[in-house]
Structure formats: C-alpha cells, structure tokens
C-alpha cells in the first residue's frame, strides 16, 4: 500500500545518503542513442518527467552542485540521456522530458522514444525516479509512462517538486491524489517523496532511498 507520507529513514540510512551523494560526480556521456549507454556495471537510477519538472534542478541538489546537470526555464533544453558517475557506485541518468518542448517535432519524437526503449530495456536500471510538479499533480503523459513502466516491470518511485511553490493545504491534496494514482499501478514503489530542491525539502530522504540500490562501498 502506497502512503501519502514516506517511511523516514533512520539516521544511519541519512547518513549513508549524506556520504555516497558527497562523493565525486561526474559526467560520463550524454547519449543519443542505445549504442551509445555507458557500460560501467554499475547499478543505475533514472529521473524521468515531464519537460520542465525540475529533473536536472533535482540531480543539482542531491549531490550538492550547482551546475552538474544543466537547468533552464526552457521546456525541453535536455535532448539527450546524461549520465553520470557518482563515485564509482552508482549511475545517474538525467532523461529528456516528455510532453511540451520548445523543439523540433521530429526532434521530440526522437528522443521520446530513445527514452521508451532506454526505460523498457536498460538491465542495470535499478529504479526510475518519476518526478511529478506539485503544483500539477500526475497528468495524462504521466499515466502513460507508468503503465509503461507496470508493463516492463520496471520499478519507479515517484517524486513530487517545487512543493515550496504552494500551500500545505494544496500540497496534503497532490499527495492524496497522486497516492490514489500510485494504487493503481504495480511497478509503483511504496512510497511518495516530497520535494523542493530549491529548499532541501525531502533530499535527505530522497539520498537514503537511492543509496540503498548503490553498489557496495
């Protein structure tokens, strides 16, 4: 059963989180087709949404760097998969968004399915962090994704942003709503993670979970 409020992790969980997300990132290849994925055997985690969510903003907050992934107000500025090395024990992959991009329509298509048959076929993806805007809840693109993803058995936890962006009242009601949404789908994690990297909000959180899938140090 998928909760509105996330299991917090212990502190040892925090402080695992605190310790691989401190190591170096680095950049690794920003692959624009399969030939191109890293082979580095390491496990992988994908952030995948809709154009303009705050994936690169997220990736920036989580290993404490401004400008490791590169951000924009520009719906569709990421074209490519980026992947990076997070200290030789896990992989990051900051995907292109899907839905409105400023783009080319055959350029949109491209790379919306380059990130179809990354999701459905990539066997280092540990899991995908499915980043849904709080201020909009889960939308039509979104559901497709999902049932993508229960199709492929591919695990995803979803992630609300830019909570800071609206009141707790607006807030309590995306999580029910996108908790309700999460029932319904069998590749759901068990858990929905508030955040806001503008204001560290849920990235404490958010670390613990994906140090838990990193490769042993």
Not at 41 to 66: D, H, M, W, Y
Not at 108 to 136: F, M, N, S
Request: net charge neutral.
């Amino acid at each position: 059963m998928t909760t509105a409020e996330p299991t917090q992790p212990d502190d040892a969980e925090i402080e695992a989180g605190r310790l691989l997300f401190a190591k170096e990132c680095t950049f690794l290849i920003g692959a624009v087709s399969l030939d191109d994925l890293p082979d580095n055997g390491l496990p992988e985690v994908a952030f995948a949404g809709r154009s303009n969510v705050g994936k690169s903003s997220l990736i920036n907050a989580l290993t404490n760097r401004k400008t490791l992934a590169r951000t924009s107000n520009t719906p569709g500025r990421t074209q490519q998969l980026n992947f990076f090395d997070l200290g030789g024990r896990l992989t990051l992959a900051d995907l292109p968004g899907y839905g409105y991009a400023r783009a080319p329509r055959e350029s949109v298509r491209q790379w919306t399915e380059l990130v179809g048959d990354y999701l459905k076929g990539r066997a280092p993806l540990r899991r995908t962090c499915l980043l849904i805007d709080a201020r909009h809840g889960v939308k039509a693109n979104d559901r497709d994704i999902m049932t993508m993803l229960d199709k492929s058995a591919v695990s995803f936890l979803v992630v609300l942003t830019k909570c800071d962006k609206i009141s707790a009242d607006e807030l309590a009601k995306t999580q029910a709503e996108t908790t309700r949404e999460l029932a319904t789908h069998v590749a759901a994690h068990p858990m929905l993670i508030t955040t806001s990297s503008a204001k560290g909000t849920g990235i404490e959180t958010l670390r613990a979970a994906l140090a838990a899938l990193a490769l042993e140090g």
